[in-house]
C-alpha cells in the first residue's frame, strides 16, 4: 500500500515561491504517473501539473504554466511542485497523487492520494 505525505505549504505573499514535496512510502512511483492537485475554497478540486514517472512527460494547467515546475527524483522516491510569482487566485490546499494513469485530468483514476497541505497566498 502506497502512502502519499505532501510538505512545504505555508503562508506565502503574492508573488512569492514555494516548493511543494510529495514523497511516497510502502512503494515506488516507478509505474505511476504523479500529479498534483489543488482545491481552493467552494471550488471544485482540479489538475494542477502531472509528471508519468517514466519517461518523465509533464503536463499542466494552462493557468499555472510558466509558474509552476513539476519533477521528481527517482533515487528519493519524491515528486515536486516549484511554484513561482503565487497569486491569491493561488490560494488552496495542494495534493499528490499516483495512479497508472494518462488520464491525467480524472480524478478517479489516481489510486493514492495524499492529505495534501494548504497555501494561503496573501499579504
Known amino acids: 500500500q502506497v502512502q502519499l505525505v505532501e510538505s512545504g505549504g505555508g503562508l506565502v505573499q503574492p508573488g512569492g515561491s514555494l516548493r511543494l514535496s510529495c514523497a511516497a512510502s510502502?512503494?515506488?512511483?516507478?509505474?505511476?504517473?504523479v500529479s498534483w492537485f489543488r482545491q481552493a475554497p467552494g471550488k471544485e478540486r482540479e489538475l494542477v501539473a502531472a509528471?508519468?514517472?517514466?519517461?518523465?512527460?509533464?503536463v499542466y494547467a494552462d493557468s499555472v504554466k510558466g509558474r509552476f515546475t513539476i519533477s521528481k527524483d527517482d533515487a528519493k522516491n519524491m515528486a515536486y511542485l516549484q511554484m513561482n510569482s503565487l497569486l491569491p487566485a493561488y490560494t488552496s490546499v495542494y495534493c499528490c497523487?499516483?495512479?497508472?494513469?494518462?488520464?491525467?485530468?480524472?480524478?478517479?483514476?489516481?489510486?493514492?492520494w495524499g492529505p495534501g497541505t494548504q497555501v494561503p497566498v496573501s499579504s
Open positions: 510502502g512503494g515506488t512511483f516507478m509505474t505511476y504517473t
Open positions: 509528471i508519468r514517472w517514466r519517461p518523465g512527460m509533464t
Open positions: 497523487a499516483a495512479g497508472t494513469t494518462s488520464t491525467y485530468t480524472y480524478q478517479g483514476s489516481y489510486t493514492y
